[in-house]
């Protein structure tokens, strides 16, 4: 079990540079919300599914454009009332390395960032979402409870985070603690853990000043991070989520989708 920890630690580290490793089979982004599609490509090594626009305007279109235009003339009556749009989410499937999983359809990627994919919130560039997995070569997990109970799972994952996060600055104190640990069943069969954690950071502007009170420390940031683990093809796989905690009430029903999306697969040679 020592061993197994330890190599856990060290398989969820994010590498400071890029991978360059060339991909036999390129990852497939596919648009969850498209009724008819046909293929293009968005960018190298990647494919996406778009809605393509039909020549001839239905019947049916005109009727519920009329329709529409009829419910926006009543926008005026306090009677009226109209959803939230609901967020449209697009597919990522990676068959080289084996997993997969549903993001928000505005997220963009960001190329470089040292994750095994990395897609981030275009307004809040606090919330992100990213992928590590453990290099075939140095790991061998058969199932995701080779890392113990969920609990210790959990202790695992935030150690990892507090890890990430050192600093050499002075006067920085980060808060941390686990919210939950939770084993689940997928439809796929498999078992994946889904942690919550919770991290604080303080630091002061002036730790050098002679009086303690212009010492002061000062909250920076006050995130919460999500992750979900699994095993597949001997390798430990991690969807990591991340929202300022100011935000994540309002973006919780999103961010959860994603994470009951990820599922691991068999990787393709």
Request: hydrophobic share 35%.
């Amino acid at each position: 079990m020592a061993a197994a920890s330890a190599a856990v630690v060290g398989s969820l580290r994010v590498p400071h540079l890029p991978s360059t490793r060339r991909r036999s089979a390129p990852p497939l982004l596919i648009s969850s919300s498209a009724s008819s599609t046909n293929w293009g490509r968005n960018s190298p090594g990647h494919q996406s599914r778009l809605n393509s626009a039909p020549d001839i305007v239905p019947r049916r279109n005109i009727v519920a454009s009329m329709l529409s235009s009829l419910i926006f003339s009543k926008l005026g009556s306090p009677d009226v009332t109209l959803a939230e749009p609901s967020v449209c989410f697009r597919e990522y499937i990676d068959t080289f390395d084996g997993y997969t999983f549903l993001y928000p359809q505005n997220w963009i990627q960001v190329r470089g960032a040292g994750a095994d994919i990395f897609f981030r919130d275009p307004f809040v560039l606090d919330e992100n979402l990213s992928v590590e997995l453990s290099s075939p070569s140095s790991s061998r997990y058969k199932s995701v409870e080779d890392l113990g109970p969920p609990q210790l799972a959990a202790e695992k994952v935030l150690k990892q985070y507090l890890t990430e996060f050192m600093s050499t600055r002075l006067g920085v104190r980060r808060e941390s603690n686990i919210l939950s640990a939770l084993s689940r069943v997928a439809d796929d069969g498999r078992v994946y853990y889904q942690v919550e954690v919770n991290i604080k950071s303080y630091a002061s502007n002036n730790e050098l000043a002679v009086m303690p009170q212009d010492r002061m420390q000062r909250l920076e940031w006050d995130r919460r991070y999500l992750s979900v683990l699994g095993v597949e093809n001997n390798r430990l796989y991690e969807l990591r989520l991340q929202s300022p905690e100011n935000v994540f009430s309002e973006e919780e029903k999103d961010l959860r989708k994603v994470m009951d999306s990820f599922r691991v697969i068999n990787a393709v040679d």
